[in-house]
């Protein structure tokens, strides 16, 4: 059985990592690039990136798909663009990136 910090070393395996003081540079090759936050609501109203949209992780599934209460369109339409998902401490979004990529996002 893993831990949790063995599930996370796992995903990296498949998730490429963007350092946070690398995303301006990804940001300005990439104007459609989206940022999605997987942190939980309250995190995202004290502090977010401008811009980004907020998915906690806990919907994020369904929140990728059509037809569900949690869908949230420019995230179902983003299987083609760039995405980076950020959270607290690069942990939940490892996990949603894995999930996004079984899902079918494929940048």
């Given at each position: ?24 540079d990804r940001l300005e ?79």
């Open positions: 059985m893993k831990n949790f910090l063995e599930l996370i070393s796992n995903c990296l395996t498949d998730v490429r990592e963007v350092m946070p003081w690398d995303l301006v090759a990439n104007p459609d690039l989206l940022i999605v936050d997987v942190r939980e609501p309250y995190e995202f109203e004290a502090m977010h990136i401008a811009g980004s949209i907020n998915v906690p992780r806990g919907i994020l599934e369904s929140a990728c798909e059509w037809d569900y209460e949690e869908t949230e369109p420019e995230l179902v339409r983003a299987r083609d663009r760039e995405v980076v998902v950020v959270c607290r401490s690069g942990h939940r979004s490892i996990l949603a990136a894995n999930s996004m990529q079984v899902l079918g996002y494929t940048n």
